[in-house]
């Protein structure tokens, strides 16, 4: 057994893979019509397939109980290109209590999207900054080893 891809499902797909082309940079690999693989192996399946397979009418969107997770390497550049799409969010940029930078905002059917900064990213600017391997590792709260790791 393993794990192989999220799916969400959408009530316009063709919607759908514009959004995530535009605000994520994501790509149509696989399209199978009614079912369409972007790259990172995020799934998009229509509304009225999904209600065909698990035999119901009653689909709910917005529930903002899962989210779908993403990271940046350049955030700064990310956090930029963002300013520039129609969307609507959670919350804006913050900072989480170990460096993390992130956001929050939802896709067109109502589905939590979050683009974090990369982690290392974060071990890096910290460093950049000043700061020595010991404080970085205090301030994002992980062991020294991780820190090292990400100083080669």
Known sequence: MRFK??????????RSVEFYKNVLGLHVIMDFGANKTLTGGLCLQTLET??????TENITFGSNSA??????????????RLK???IEYVHPIMEH???????????????????????KAVCR???DSGMTPEQTA???DVPMK???ACMK
């Open 50 to 55: 999904w209600k065909g397979f698990i035999g």
């Open 84 to 86: 520039k799409c129609d």
């Open 5 to 14: 891809n999220p799916m969400l499902v959408v009530s316009d797909i063709d």
């Open 97 to 119: 209590s170990w460096g993390q930078r992130a956001v929050r905002f939802y896709d067109p059917d109502k589905h939590i999207i979050e683009v974090g900064e990369n982690i």
């Open 146 to 148: 991780f820190v090292s």
């Open 67 to 80: 989210e779908v997770y993403f990271e940046e390497d350049d955030f700064d550049e990310f956090a930029d």
């Open 138 to 140: 205090e301030r994002m």
């Open 125 to 127: 600017r910290f460093l």
